[in-house]
C-alpha cells in the first residue's frame, strides 16, 4: 500500500489493508497485484513504527475471471432469448436426451422439439448438436464457477472492483 495511505490508516493490533496495485513489469507490461499491508509496532499495542507488505501477482487471475465473466454474459444474453419451453428442451438436451425423448416428455410433437432446437441453436450461434451441447455445458459450468464464488482471494481487496474496469490490461 502507499505510505500515505499506511499512515492514515489504524493498523494497530493487527489490523491489514488490503488493496490491488497496478504496476508495469520491465518487458513494460501491465500486471496486477493484490498486497496486503500489516502495521508493525515495537511491543503490543504500542504505536505503529513501520508498515511491511506482501505482493502477489494476480494478473492472470483477474484475466481469467474477466473472460470467464464474459463469456457466461454472451452465454445468458443468448439464454435470455429462449422462450420457457427452449429453456425445457435445452435442459434436456443438456442432459443428453434426444428429441423423440424430450417430445414425449413435455407432450409436444418431434416437430415442435426440432423447430425449437432449431431456435436455441440460432440463440446460441451454433449449427451442430454437438456444438450446442457444448456450449449449454459451458454455461452450466460457468455458472457454478459464479456461485462457487469465483476462487479467487484478490476479490476480497478494499478495490478489487477496479480490477475490473480500470486495471485492465
Not at 6 to 19: E, F, K, N, Y
Not at 82 to 99: C, F, P, T, V, Y
Amino acid at each position: 500500500a502507499d505510505l500515505a495511505e499506511c499512515q492514515q490508516m489504524d493498523l494497530s493490533d493487527g489490523r491489514t489493508i488490503h488493496a490491488l496495485r497496478s504496476v508495469r513489469d520491465s518487458a513494460g507490461r501491465r500486471r496486477i497485484l493484490s498486497v496486503r499491508t500489516v502495521g508493525v509496532s515495537e511491543f503490543p499495542g504500542g504505536p505503529v513504527m513501520r508498515c511491511h507488505s506482501v505482493a502477489h501477482d494476480v494478473t492472470a487471475s483477474v484475466e481469467t475471471h474477466l473472460d470467464f465473466a464474459g463469456r457466461l454474459r454472451n452465454l445468458d444474453d443468448a439464454a435470455r432469448r429462449m422462450n420457457d419451453q427452449e429453456r425445457r428442451i435445452a435442459d434436456r438436451i443438456l442432459s443428453g436426451k434426444l428429441n423423440r425423448d424430450i417430445a414425449l416428455e413435455l407432450g409436444i410433437s418431434d416437430r415442435t422439439v426440432e423447430r425449437r432446437r432449431a431456435t436455441i441453436m440460432k440463440s446460441f450461434g451454433v449449427v451442430t448438436s454437438s456444438e450446442l451441447a457444448a456450449k449449454l455445458t459451458e454455461r452450466s459450468m460457468l455458472r457454478s464457477w459464479q456461485a462457487s464464488g469465483c476462487n479467487s482471494h484478490w476479490q476480497t481487496a478494499r478495490n478489487s472492483h477496479m480490477a475490473l474496469t480500470d486495471l485492465v490490461v
